[in-house]
Structures are given as structure tokens and as C-alpha cells.
């Protein structure tokens, strides 16, 4: 069986409304005789606003409810209510919603600033090594150090004099010994005049400022040369 409870006090809701509205004519016609003085305006205004500070067994309120002069006030203090609370409603989500703009900027904000560079940019870089004369197994003390940026780099090497033609593996590592390797990359020769040229693409977005080494090692060869480098 269906009770139809959501019907049934939808009917009772229209119901006691028009009992109230019935009342609230009657009491506006003056065909009601209340009993006791007028109450005072902070007891009406208590009693719009439905204060929990009313008792219902306050012989006021059953005053209020017969005079058609404290009816009428009552009637005006409660739509000043009404629209004190929905200009309260309004005001609070129009604050809570600058607070979240205000919030998600800050994220944003705090977000963006912390996102490691991602940047795409290649930049060129070259790196003379023709008239360095380094020894196999030499520590390479007379060369200059070449300073990188923290970047995608496109790295054109000019090989040492009389360096072999064929494919060269060029890192950025932490020591002279090949540890801790930074990037890496693969390049074949190109011959310009009589120079030997390498160019290798080295991602050193993530590498921290410092000293490093870059090396050059040849395919058949085998054996790496370290030259000091610093990135910036
Ligand atoms: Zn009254």
C-alpha cells in the first residue's frame, strides 16, 4: 500500500498555510479581540525572526497573533527580515567566492613559481677544443672552463687537433671519471677545413648550478677526455 507520505504533506503545508492566511484576514479586519496590552518592538521584532528567546506560552505572542496592529508590524518586521537574511546570503557568497578566486590565484601563483623550467628554447652553444692539447689520462689544467646554462643546449664541439672522424658519445658527468652522469648525447663528425666538429643535444634543464666535466669519447677509441665545465 501506498501511504504517499510526500503528497499528503504537501497537501497539509497548502493546508495550514491557508488556515494562517484565514487567520491573518481575520486579525487584519479586526474580527479578533486580543487579549492584554501591546507588546513592545523588541518583542516583536524577537518573535519575526522566530528567536529562540520567544516562549509560545508567553501570552504575548497569543496577543500578537490577534491584534491586527501588532499583525501588521509583525508582517513588516518579518519581510525586513527576510530580505536582512537573503542581503546576508548574497554578501556571504559573494565573500566566500572572492576567498576561492583569491585561493586558486595564490595556488596558481605558488604553483607556477615552483615548476621547474620547462622552457623548450634550444640554445647554441660552441665549444673550441682545437688547440687544447690534452694527453690521454692528462688532467686537462691549461683549458679555460666553459660555463652552460641550466638549458636545452645545442652543444657544436670542434674536436682537438687531429681527433678521429666517426661517432663520439658527449656527456656532462659530475667527476672526471664518468660518475654521475648530467646528459649524454651521440654525434657524428662533420669536417670543416681541418677541424673535426660535433654537434650533441644536451638537456641540462634539471642540473643544479655547478662544477662538472664534459667529456668526449669516441666510438672505436673508447677513451673519454674530460674538460672542466661549469653550468650557470
Ligand atoms: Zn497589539
Not at 487579549?35 to 529562540?52: V, W
Not at 537574511?85 to 595564490?106: E, H, K, M
Not at 679555460?144 to 638549458?151: C, I
Not at 663520439?168 to 663528425?189: F, K, S
Amino acid at each position: 500500500m501506498r501511504l504517499g507520505w510526500g503528497r499528503s504533506s504537501d497537501v497539509e503545508d497548502r493546508f495550514e498555510k491557508w488556515i494562517a492566511q484565514q487567520h491573518q484576514r481575520r486579525v487584519l479586519a479586526g474580527e479578533t479581540t486580543p487579549a492584554g496590552p501591546h507588546p513592545d518592538e523588541a518583542f516583536l521584532r524577537d518573535l519575526a525572526c522566530k528567536s529562540k528567546k520567544v516562549s509560545l506560552s508567553d501570552p504575548r505572542v497569543d496577543h500578537a497573533a490577534t491584534c491586527p496592529i501588532c499583525m501588521n508590524r509583525l508582517l513588516e518586521l518579518r519581510e525586513e527580515y527576510r530580505s536582512r537574511a537573503r542581503y546576508w546570503s548574497w554578501l556571504g557568497t559573494a565573500v566566500a567566492a572572492c576567498a576561492i578566486i583569491a585561493i586558486a590565484l595564490v595556488v596558481w601563483r605558488v604553483a607556477v613559481g615552483r615548476t621547474p623550467s620547462t622552457s623548450t628554447a634550444v640554445i647554441a652553444q660552441t665549444v673550441n677544443l682545437f688547440d687544447t692539447g690534452v694527453v690521454r689520462g692528462e688532467h686537462p689544467g691549461q683549458l679555460q672552463s666553459v660555463t652552460l646554462p641550466a638549458a636545452l643546449i645545442k652543444l657544436k664541439i670542434v674536436l682537438p687537433r687531429h681527433s678521429a672522424p666517426g661517432q663520439y658519445l658527449v656527456a656532462i658527468t659530475r667527476d672526471q671519471n664518468g660518475n654521475g652522469v648530467i646528459a649524454e648525447g651521440l654525434a657524428g663528425t662533420e669536417a670543416t677545413g681541418n677541424q673535426q666538429q660535433i654537434t650533441a643535444n644536451l638537456d641540462l634543464r634539471s642540473a643544479k648550478e655547478g662544477q662538472y666535466f664534459l667529456s668526449t669519447t669516441h666510438e672505436q677509441d673508447q677513451a673519454a677526455y674530460y674538460y672542466p665545465l661549469r653550468i650557470k
